[in-house]
């Protein structure tokens, strides 16, 4: 008899602690399924002497909305989804600078813009209309780039999962029914930690010599045309900043014109009188930091013999203009230190070396701008324009070289040995294209700048790399990827209903086990009030 009461007390222990389990289980589990998981790219977080700007927070966890200007909305713990074609720069500013409370906001690109897509579909029966997504997309990174904003901002592609969930969000949002717990909906979640402190950026610059040919006797230090391309990009998303066109372009001309010389160059009869210097410099978007390392690197007697030096940016969408920028340096002494540079060539003017840029930019972009934005990417580099620039600086150098100023001299004709190689161009445009080079997010080992410098040895002699860390004020910050999962989350109503059903269950399996064991009497002498203290004594 004992041990049947052990065991009937065991059976009700093990019941109790099944409900227990189970209410703890429902209040504390969201009941959800994940719709999609997609690659998320965060905007740059940094700091300028201190001053924060950018994404201060990675880590996202809150129900999606579509729109954050519902009015009386409460998204402080929502993340809106916003497709780029439909932002609204007005709003966004105001939202922004007005410090509206937002879980987190992600923006959505065309598949157009996707390094990796294929895809040269039209929508909607038209192309991309590029000046109009250009403007959007300039005016949208001018304004997150340059504001502290103390959630996490993420970019990533849209797709057909994307644009589905975004469908059904819309649909709630636009009967007023915002993304809460009670309603249900979807929810965004990334596992990445949040952002630290990046060490200091280390820059990588590399030459190569084409050396040009000395007469016997000739003592004289010959003359030296240097060609030279920075290299690095920056951006609102460093993972996407490729910098097809900016300066993508100047790099692969360059290379094409290293290419184009190293024939003629290594023929003692055909090889010019003139040193041809090239450089592939890092620090572009700083003030050319790396371009002032590397003249400062360079022999006395090497920088002094530079007859002139011409920088490749920005050479990739041009049509009918080209533009020469040229500068003479400050002369006050206190205000070349602190001088602004806004082209690579101002920084061998620093240094007293005639020096030109060109460029289709017609004036100099501001600091942090033009260097590898989120519309710059392979779709909008045209190879043809980069070949015309190759053609006009290439035929420039060598009338010049081989003494043919004004001479209707053709010497890179096209089907010739010493013709311009389309295919070349190509490959090296989509290569760059697929490799965000953003600096403080580069290892000294970079595989792309062993690549470089690889395809730079095999034009040129005397190959150096030079390596240093990135002056100035600026401190940058990791966490610049991650997978984002959408999970579609199931309303309150539907848990409590859940709840009801489980627990009926349990209340009649639990009176039915007591019923079976131990009778009715026993059953409702659980639920009966025990007696009081004093009726027991008596």
């Known amino acids: ?207 190569g010599w084409l050396p040009g040919l000395r007469t016997d006797g000739d003592a004289n230090q010959l003359p030296t045309i240097a060609i030279v391309a920075s290299y690095d990009t920056f951006g609102a998303a460093p993972a996407l900043s490729v910098g097809s066109d900016s300066n993508g372009s100047g790099v692969v001309a360059l290379l094409e ?90 920084q061998f003017s620093r240094v007293r070396v005639t020096a030109l840029t060109l460029s289709e930019l017609s004036a100099a972009p501001g600091l942090l701008e033009s260097t590898g934005s989120l519309f710059d990417s392979r779709q909008f580099v045209n190879d043809t324009a980069v070949r015309r620039s190759v053609k006009l600086v290439a035929e420039s150098l060598g009338r010049h070289i081989y003494a043919h100023p004004g001479k209707n001299i053709e010497i890179f004709a096209d089907g010739s040995s010493l013709a311009i190689n389309p295919f070349y161009i190509k490959s090296w445009l989509n290569f760059l294209s697929q490799t965000p080079r953003v600096a403080p997010f580069l290892s000294k080992n970079e595989q792309f700048i062993s690549a470089l410098k690889k395809e730079l040895a095999d034009h040129t002699v005397e190959v150096n790399v030079q390596q240093d860390v990135l002056d100035g004020i600026f401190t940058f910050y990791d966490s610049t990827t991650a997978r984002l999962t959408i999970y579609q989350v199931v309303s309150v109503a539907f848990d409590l209903l859940l709840l009801l059903a489980v627990g009926s269950y349990l209340i009649m399996l639990f009176s039915g086990l007591v019923i079976t064991t131990r009778g009715v009497d026993d059953l409702i002498g659980i639920f009966r009030r025990p007696p009081s203290r004093k009726q027991k004594i008596a």
């Open 1 to 207: 008899m004992a041990m049947t009461k052990g065991r009937q007390r065991e059976m009700l222990e093990s019941v109790y602690s099944c409900i227990a389990v189970f209410f703890i289980f429902v209040a504390c589990v969201e009941l959800c399924d994940a719709a999609t998981v997609v690659d998320v790219y965060r905007l740059i977080q940094y700091d300028i002497s201190g001053v924060p700007f950018g994404s201060r927070l990675a880590r996202l966890n809150h129900h999606v909305a579509y729109s954050p200007f519902i009015p009386g909305a409460d998204l402080s713990r929502a993340v809106v989804i916003i497709p780029i074609r439909e932002v609204n720069i007005t709003f966004l500013r105001e939202c922004i600078t007005q410090k509206k409370a937002l879980g987190g906001l992600l923006l959505l690109l065309p598949q157009k813009f996707n390094s990796e897509s294929k895809d040269d579909s039209k929508e909607g029966g038209q192309m991309y209309k590029k000046e109009g997504m250009q403007n959007i997309l300039t005016e949208l990174e001018k304004l997150l780039i340059n504001a502290a904003i103390p959630y996490p901002v993420y970019f990533a592609f849209e797709d057909e999962k994307i644009d589905a969930i975004l469908a059904e969000v819309k649909k709630k949002d636009a009967i007023g029914q915002s993304p809460t717990a009670t309603t249900g909906g979807y929810k965004a979640v990334t596992a990445n930690p949040e952002p630290r402190k990046l060490a200091p950026a280390t820059i990588t610059n590399i030459q």
């Open 257 to 346: 014109i290293a290419r184009l010389f190293s024939r003629l160059y290594s023929n003692p009869k055909t090889r010019g009188r003139y040193n041809i210097l090239f450089g592939l410099t890092s620090g572009g978007p700083y003030n050319y930091n790396g371009t002032m390392k590397w003249l400062r690197s360079l022999d006395q007697r090497v920088r002094e013999s530079i007859d002139y030096a011409i920088c490749l940016n920005s050479i990739g969408s041009w049509n009918n203009e080209l533009w020469v920028h040229v500068s003479k340096p400050p002369e006050n002494a206190y205000i070349k230190q602190v001088f602004e540079v806004a082209w690579e060539h101002e």
